[in-house]
T-cell receptor
């Protein structure tokens, strides 16, 4: 039972364009959502988070949008850069904090020149 | 150290042998987590330690898997009688209690059972 789903295993975007990574969840108890970025042979690193009391959180080139009624969140990267090429994981928890996270399967983003 | 340290970084073992994976969390982080990532899969929760509380073992896939955390710091994940389906990257992470900023992950141990 995959409670957090990332239906696109891969995405290719040109440098300078917008990257949109999507994530859906099924558990209505989830109230805190995070995105992690992972390079090969490294552990995932925290990127950005959003609480269910918000519908948008922005940090530089990264913005996360949350649609609670649709149980959907998305990560926008604008403008995309080659260094953004990595695997992106969506994660969720039901505690209002980043504890015992449930992760999606990841989306591999390739930013091309 | 400044980050979460895991050892070994790579481990190849024969089917049926026992293995021990080690995690050294960030000093002062009260929460410690083990996850694993099998080929083509997401990060699968295994076990969660929080301070002196009883660990949440709900993600351990079988009784061949066990973990302990000594003195609230270093943790070892033990897999007994390894099987080929145990092959995965085992990731350890730590965080402060109630953190809003996610976990800090180690680089993982790549376990290959042959």
């Amino acid at each position: 039972d995959q409670q957090v789903k990332q239906n696109s295993p891969s995405l290719s975007v040109q440098e300078g364009r917008i990257s949109i990574l999507n994530c859906d969840y099924t558990n209505s108890m989830f109230d805190y959502f995070l995105w992690y970025k992972k390079y090969p042979a490294e552990g995932p690193t925290f990127l950005i988070s959003i609480s269910s009391i918000k519908d948008k959180n922005e940090d530089g080139r990264f913005t996360v949008f949350l649609n609670k009624s649709a149980k959907h969140l998305s990560l926008h990267i604008v403008p995309s850069q080659p260094g953004d090429s990595a695997v992106y994981f969506c994660a969720a928890s039901g505690s209002g904090t980043a504890s015992k996270l449930t992760f999606g399967t990841g989306t591999r983003l390739q930013v091309t020149l | 150290g400044a980050g979460v340290s895991q050892s070994p970084s790579n481990k190849v073992t024969e089917k049926g042998k026992d293995v021990e994976l080690r995690c050294d969390p960030i000093s002062g982080h009260t929460a410690l987590y083990w996850y694993r990532q099998s080929l083509g899969q997401g990060l699968e929760f295994l076990i969660y330690f929080q301070g002196n509380s009883a660990p949440d073992k709900s993600g351990l896939p079988s009784d061949r898997f066990s973990a302990e955390r000594t003195g609230g710091s270093v943790s070892t994940l033990t897999i007994q009688r390894t099987q080929q389906e145990d092959s995965a990257v085992y990731l350890c992470a730590s965080s402060l209690t109630g953190s809003l900023y996610g976990y800090t992950f180690g680089s993982g141990t790549r376990l290959t059972v042959v």
